[in-house]
């Protein structure tokens, strides 16, 4: 999708590994999010950030960390990766006001051995 | 805590076919309600996005529906072609935080 994209598309790691999952936006908004999508379980919201400098946890961030770099990226890193954190991860930007529609990556698909 | 619903979970249709897809949600205390469609393997690609103030919003062959007090929205499709054939989702982005819930998605087959 224009606008937002994420690196990589597809990656295989080893349980306990680490690895980053970068989100680079260039549509100048001020909020970005990283979801995880899994069958049966929808679409779940890791971590957010709602403005450049600032992170909060969503609906199920144990085992994860960001770091808003600047306003155009947000990474994604797994310091111990585990099977279960084999998912597809989605990073989505808005402009900041609420009443703004979200933006997707074409999203990585991460399986853990 | 927020819920989102989405019925049927899947839907087959002949193409040329009007159809409506439904999302419920549990909380009224929203900022606007949007609607995606997911191919296999990609993203989501925004549609619609209502506001929590309006009833309605239209593009090309897409009508999205919103009743706030009933927890319910709808997404009309008319004269379905086999190019719709993805899942549909929907999302809620309630007022008392800035997040987002989906709902699981409804995937839709159009045959020819």
């Known amino acids: 999708n224009a606008g937002v994209t994420q690196t990589p598309k597809f990656q295989v790691l080893k349980t306990g590994q680490s690895m980053t999952l970068q989100c680079a936006q260039d549509?100048?908004?001020?909020?970005m999010y990283w979801y995880r999508q899994d069958p049966g379980m929808g679409l779940r919201l890791i971590y957010y950030?709602?403005?450049?400098?600032?992170?909060d946890k969503g609906e199920v961030p144990n085992g994860y960390n960001v770091s808003r770099l600047n306003k155009r990226e947000f990474s994604l890193r797994l310091e111990s990766a585990a099977p279960s954190q084999t998912s597809v991860y989605f990073c989505?930007?808005?402009?900041?006001?609420?009443?703004?529609?979200?933006?997707f990556g074409d999203g990585t698909r991460l399986s853990i051995l | 805590k927020q819920e989102v619903t989405q019925i049927p979970a899947a839907l087959s249709v002949p193409e040329g076919e009007n159809l409506v897809l439904n999302c419920s949600f549990t909380?009224?205390?929203?900022?606007?309600l949007q609607w995606f469609r997911q191919d296999p393997g990609k993203g989501l690609t925004s549609l619609l996005l209502?506001?929590?103030?309006?009833r309605e919003q239209t593009s090309g062959r897409l009508n999205a529906s919103l009743d706030k007090s009933s927890g319910r929205s709808t997404l009309y499709i008319a004269a379905s072609q086999p190019g719709d054939s993805a899942t549909y989702l929907c999302?809620?982005?309630?007022?008392?935080?800035?997040?987002?819930?989906f709902g699981d998605g409804t995937t839709l087959t159009v045959k020819p």
């Open positions: 209502i506001q929590s103030s309006q």
């Open positions: 999302a809620v982005l309630g007022t008392n935080a800035g997040k987002s819930t």
């Open positions: 950030s709602a403005s450049e400098g600032t992170t």
């Open positions: 549509m100048n908004h001020n909020s």
């Open positions: 909380d009224s205390a929203i900022y606007n």
């Open positions: 989505a930007t808005r402009r900041g006001a609420g009443n703004q529609p979200q933006h």
